[in-house]
């Protein structure tokens, strides 16, 4: 089965800083891979995605991610970080069930917190 | 639009007990998605349906949970009976086929089994 790992629980940086969220994945053929974002008490939303093309996707609220194949990495960044920022922030990668159905699978979550 | 409806939002009951949340996805998506997130295990799939269908229900985690959708606007996640290792935040999405990667996530139903 696909999975990613998210090998920090929390990041910790300044506003105005720039910011890493850290993601690694494992999957067998060419990754489809997602970042998610999660503030208090609402639902995940959606940030950006990579399924093919250029290694650095854009995506909302001024994030990028750069998808490293060698490393197998998708770390989630940005130039400048915003208090508003703070969330709890999912990799996720699809993974495609034993009937042949597809599905994400998220990674265990990186808390930021943007201090300011 | 107003997004992914879930009611309620809390859910305070006592073990042994029937428990049914809510979701009304966003109308014209056709994939509807229950997850259940906690400390201990994360975001899990328990179920998903396709144009009402369930499509995958492999993270159903036991008999007691069962998930219906009568209609396209309309699904229950019911627990029968409820146990305190249920308690969790219990989220509804919605996507459409195009986009089955870009769900939309309600608020959630914060369960609590005593």
């Known amino acids: 089965a696909q999975s990613v790992a998210q090998p920090e629980d929390q990041v910790n940086v300044a506003e105005g800083n720039p910011l890493t969220v850290k993601c690694t994945y494992s999957?067998?053929?060419?990754?489809?891979l997602f970042w998610y974002v999660q503030y208090p008490n609402r639902g995940l939303q959606f940030l950006l995605k990579y399924i093919t093309g250029d290694n650095l996707v854009k995506g909302s609220y001024g994030f990028e991610a750069e998808f490293n194949k060698s490393q197998t990495s998708f770390h989630l960044k940005k130039p400048s970080a915003l208090v508003s920022d703070s969330a709890l922030y999912f990799c996720a990668v699809r993974d495609i069930t034993t009937t042949g159905f597809q599905k994400l699978v998220f990674g265990t979550g990186t808390r930021l917190l943007v201090s300011p | 639009d107003a997004g992914v409806i879930q009611s309620p939002r809390h859910e305070v009951t006592e073990m042994g007990q029937e428990v049914t949340l809510r979701c009304k996805p966003i109308?014209?998506?056709?994939?509807l998605f229950w997850y259940r997130q906690t400390m201990m295990r994360g975001l899990e799939l328990l179920i998903y349906?396709?144009?009402?269908?369930?499509?995958?229900d492999s993270g159903m985690p036991e008999d007691r949970f069962s998930a219906k959708m009568p209609n396209a606007s309309f699904s229950t996640l019911k627990i029968q009976p409820s146990e305190p290792r249920d308690s969790a935040v219990y989220f509804c999405?919605?996507?459409?086929?195009?986009?089955?990667?870009?769900?939309?996530f309600g608020p959630g139903t914060r369960l609590t089994v005593t």
């Open positions: 999405a919605s996507t459409e086929g195009t986009g089955i990667y870009e769900q939309y």
């Open positions: 109308s014209g998506h056709d994939y």
């Open positions: 349906f396709n144009n009402n269908v369930p499509i995958d």
């Open positions: 999957v067998s053929g060419n990754p489809y």
